[in-house]
Every structure is written in structure tokens, then in C-alpha cells.
């Protein structure tokens, strides 16, 4: 599914064989109503602004349509995961510069934070799990919002992936580690900010 | 193999907060209806419910569930109230009569020149004449049930004003998109052209542009496709669809 998705890498294709391969226009609204926030979300916790997001949601659907004729409905959910992992990193990659100067202003942002014991305004909420995540491993990341936020199982992340299952749940576990520390220390840096204040 | 429970099902803790935090944020509908629109398939939602009201009793009915899958999915929690109504006004206006093309030879502006969002320069027409001219009254566009709900535009209608509704240009745009895909793009070419001025706030330029650019190429008129195609990438580089848009400037 991963192999398929990569594959899309390069979207580009003749307008006859668009023409010849696009599956119906009902299919694809369908699923463009039924995945669309997941996919946009999936990409918002890969690391993209919110207009950055919708414009990389359009391109996961636009290269997705192309290739949809071979993929059972079933599996679309999964197969749109793999096109939007790839759809992601090349958006990030680009982005880098503009995601640098972002965690600058989180850690400015979280300076002024209230403490943890205070209710987080949601908003505040996403920015610190975006910096959270941004922190984490790639590998870690990816496996990590598609079981906690995306809600896959470990074998589901493991064909998105293309990854065996046993390596999945190994990602999964040193993930879950991973961000629980880190939410430690952040949370200590809220309490000590909060003592110094 | 069971998997672990997952941290923000947990009922406190400063993890499991940031992780329904993250969980809750939605897309807002605008952008989601604009994929849809990018993708060509804003009606295909609409098409199918639409003709079956047909069957079961007349073009006033049609008319009405026309209006209702619009709202539903275009209007609803995208342009509020307020815009609703707009759009029912103009839905149920008497004055709804079939598409007429500006003139019997296709009317282009240059357009590698003008600002990505702003009001048309005043630039000189150019004929174009790489299709039969229509006839000085054209006829119907085949009916497309979801498109009949909007008022359509001559070139002397006004200008709708700032802040119409995105359903009226998601309508618009669906339009143009049926009747080139009819076989009758001059008059689809038409519409197209003459977006911006009903609609100043072009919020479905990047669209429309791209729509553009494949008729003309499928005509095989290179240079406005690909003036078309330079308009796309200048202005919204970052458009999915300015990376086929760039293929056709630079092969």
C-alpha cells in the first residue's frame, strides 16, 4: 500500500491516461467527504500550518484519484494514509525554513503558557502537542498520531507503513515513551516557569 | 497482539489533554468544499440527487432539491445564514433563463499580466475563433439540474457584490465546468472569463485558471493555455494544481 502510495510521488500524468484511469467523479466526492478532515488532521499532526494543510489535502486527493481504480474500497482510508504520509514529508521538506521560525515562536508561546495544573485552551493545547511532535524521531511521529489521534491499529499502521507488524508495535511502544517524556519535561518547564514568575 | 490503550483515552493527565486536543481540530468547511470544487466533483454530490427529483415531478421541484443538496453541501457553515439566503433569492428568481454567451466568437483578455485577485484591467478583446461560432442566440447548455439554481451571467449582468457567497461561485464554476465537458467550450471558456468580474472576491481563481488551461490545451490553444497556466503558477505557487501547470509552461 506504502509502495503504491510512493508511487504517487510524481502526480503528473497525461491528460488522456487521467482521463482513461480517473474513477467516477460520485467516488471520489465520497471519499473526499468521508476522509477529507482525517486526511487534513493527519497533516495538520505531521506538521503543517492550517492553509499549508489544506492545500496538501487537496494535492493527497487530486494524486489519490488518479491511481483510485485499483484500490478496494476497503482499503481506501489506508491507501489515502500512505499518499498522505508522502504528501507530508515533501510539504515539510519544503516548508523547513518556515517550520523553524514556527518552533521558534512556540517556545516563545510557551514561556507565556499557564501552568499545567490550569485548564489548557485548546488551541494552546495544539500548538504544544505540534511542538511536542515536532521534536519527536520521524519514524516514531508517524507511528505515533496514526494509534493515538488517527486511531489505527498496529497492523493498519504497519500496511500503511509498509513495515512489518512486529517493527510497528516496536515504533508504537518506544513512541508512546518517547512523547510521555516529553510531555514530562514540559510540564516540569510549565511548574518551574510558574515558580520563577 | 493487543494493542495498548491509548493515551488520550485516559482520564486525566496533561498527555491525554494535548491528545484530544489534537484530536478535535476539524477543517473548516470552506476547505473542504473547495477540494471538492479542485477536483471536479462538487457535483457529482448534487447531480445524482438532483436527477432524481426530475423523475419525480418537474423542474420546480427540481429546482428545490437542487437547493437543498446545495445548502447542504456547499452552504451550510460555509457562508452562514446571510448567504444562504442570497443564494435562495437568486434560486428562485423568475428571471432564471438559460446560459448566453457573450457574443458569438469567444471573448479572451490577456491575462499574463493582470494581478492574481484583483478587478480586470481594462485590456483589449481579442477574438478567438478556433470553434463554429455559435449562433447569435446559443442554445441551451444540456441541462445540468444543480446548475440551474443560479441566475445565469451575460456579459452584461453586474457584478455581484463583494462578499457573495461561495456557493453562488462554486455554482458558477461548476457551470462552466459542465458545459466544457458537454462539448461546448467556448461557451464554458465564456463563463470562465468572465469570473472575476462577477465575482471580485475570486475565491476559486486557482480553480478556474486551471479549468482554463485544459480546454485551451485540449483545443490546442498553447499560447492562452499557456498564459493560463503562467497566471496559475505566479500567482498561486503553491496550488496542487500549479505543478501540471508548470509541466506545461517549462516541458
Redesign the interface.
Known amino acids: 500500500m506504502a509502495a503504491e502510495a510512493a508511487a504517487l510521488d510524481e502526480p503528473e500524468m497525461s491528460a488522456e491516461r487521467l482521463s482513461a484511469e480517473r474513477p467516477s467523479s460520485e467516488r471520489v466526492a465520497r471519499l473526499v467527504r468521508e476522509h477529507y478532515r482525517f486526511v487534513w488532521r493527519l497533516l495538520r499532526r505531521l506538521g503543517l500550518g492550517e492553509g499549508d494543510a489544506d492545500d496538501a489535502a487537496q494535492q493527497v486527493f487530486l494524486a489519490a484519484s488518479g491511481r483510485l481504480r485499483t484500490v478496494e474500497p476497503a482499503r481506501e482510508r489506508s491507501f489515502l494514509y500512505g499518499v498522505a504520509l508522502n504528501v507530508g514529508a515533501r510539504a515539510r521538506r519544503s516548508l523547513g525554513r518556515r517550520r523553524e521560525e514556527s518552533l521558534e515562536a512556540a517556545g516563545e508561546r510557551e514561556a507565556r503558557e499557564p501552568n499545567a495544573e490550569q485548564v489548557l485552551e485548546r488551541r494552546e493545547a495544539r500548538a504544544l502537542l505540534d511542538q511536542l511532535l515536532d521534536e519527536m524521531p520521524e519514524d516514531l511521529r508517524v507511528v505515533f498520531v496514526l494509534f493515538e489521534l488517527e486511531e489505527l491499529s498496529t497492523p493498519e499502521i504497519a500496511e500503511v507503513c509498509a513495515i512489518p507488524v512486529g517493527t510497528a508495535a516496536s515504533r508504537l511502544r518506544r513512541a508512546r515513551e518517547d512523547f510521555e517524556e516529553r510531555v514530562a519535561r514540559a510540564e516540569a518547564r510549565r511548574r518551574f516557569a510558574g515558580v520563577a514568575k | 497482539?493487543t494493542?495498548?490503550e491509548?493515551?488520550?483515552k485516559r482520564s486525566s493527565g496533561?498527555?491525554a489533554?494535548?491528545?484530544r486536543?489534537?484530536?478535535?481540530?476539524?477543517?473548516s468547511e470552506n476547505?473542504?468544499e473547495?477540494?471538492?470544487v479542485?477536483?471536479?466533483?462538487?457535483?457529482?454530490?448534487m447531480t445524482?440527487s438532483a436527477a432524481g427529483a426530475a423523475a419525480a415531478g418537474g423542474a420546480k421541484l427540481t429546482k428545490a432539491v437542487s437547493f437543498t443538496l446545495l445548502a447542504k453541501w456547499v452552504g451550510i457553515g460555509v457562508v452562514g445564514g446571510v448567504g444562504l439566503a442570497s443564494v435562495a433569492a437568486v434560486a428562485t428568481s423568475p428571471a432564471a433563463a438559460p446560459v448566453t454567451p457573450p457574443s458569438a466568437s469567444i471573448v479572451t483578455k490577456p491575462r499574463l499580466a493582470a494581478p492574481a485577485k484583483a478587478t480586470p484591467a481594462p485590456v483589449e478583446p481579442t477574438s478567438v475563433e478556433a470553434e463554429p461560432a455559435p449562433a447569435e442566440a446559443a442554445p441551451a447548455p444540456p441541462a445540468s439540474p444543480h446548475v440551474s439554481i443560479i441566475e445565469p451571467v451575460t456579459s452584461a449582468a453586474p457584478a455581484l457584490e463583494v462578499g457573495a457567497p461561495l456557493a453562488a461561485e462554486v455554482a458558477y464554476v461548476d457551470r462552466a465546468r459542465a458545459l466544457v465537458a458537454s462539448g461546448q467550450a467556448s461557451q464554458g471558456l465564456a463563463l470562465l472569463g468572465g469570473y472575476e468580474r462577477e465575482f471580485p472576491e475570486a475565491r476559486l481563481l486557482p480553480e478556474v485558471l486551471f479549468l482554463e488551461l485544459?480546454t485551451f490545451?485540449?483545443l490546442g490553444r498553447t499560447a492562452e493555455a499557456r498564459a493560463a497556466a503562467k497566471r496559475l503558477v505566479d500567482g498561486f505557487p503553491?496550488?496542487?494544481?500549479a505543478?501540471?501547470a508548470r509541466?506545461l509552461l517549462f516541458p
Open positions: 497482539m494493542d495498548p491509548r493515551i488520550s496533561l498527555a489533554q494535548l491528545l486536543a489534537g484530536g478535535e481540530e476539524q477543517p476547505s473542504v473547495k477540494a471538492l479542485a477536483l471536479g466533483v462538487s457535483s457529482a454530490v445524482t485544459q490545451d485540449q503553491k496550488s496542487p494544481h505543478s501540471r509541466r
